[in-house]
């Protein structure tokens, strides 16, 4: 999955450097480092998805955006409901829903830092 990712972004004009991890780890980004995070399908797969929503708020920018795709085919799908859950517990902010219940879309914004 990675090496196809990587391809269709480089065919793209999109440069990604892939990165596998468990998601039960911190993260190899420095603090603000990405712009948008986007899940599909992973969610329920991550042994500890708190502690990995609270990493992606550490790598996400002030405005940046989590998106997280699910559907319920997946034995592992996530409701929108848990993931809300779990983004706010993590420090995100306001979210956005599209799709119907059974397969969503997500947006969550990471609130400013005030100073």
Same mark, same amino acid.
């Given at each position: 999955m990675l090496n196809a990712t990587s391809a269709r972004a480089t065919r793209r004009g999109v440069t990604v450097v892939p990165r596998r991890t468990d998601g039960s780890e911190r993260l190899p980004y420095s603090d603000s480092h990405f712009d948008a995070v986007y899940l599909a399908s992973v969610l329920g797969e991550?042994?500890?998805p708190a502690a990995m929503m609270t990493e992606l708020n550490r790598v996400l920018t002030p405005k940046g &955006?989590?998106?997280?795709?699910?559907?319920?085919?997946? %034995?592992? *799908?996530?409701s929108f409901r848990r993931a809300h859950e779990l983004a706010e !517990?993590? =420090? *995100?902010g306001s979210a956005? &829903? $599209? =799709? %119907? &219940? *059974? !397969? $969503?879309?997500?947006?969550?914004e990471k609130p400013e830092r005030r100073s």
């Open positions: 991550i042994p500890e &955006r989590l998106v997280i795709a699910e559907v319920a085919i997946d %034995p592992d *799908f996530v !517990a993590a =420090g *995100f956005h &829903r $599209y =799709g %119907p &219940r *059974f !397969a $969503y879309h997500a947006v969550f």
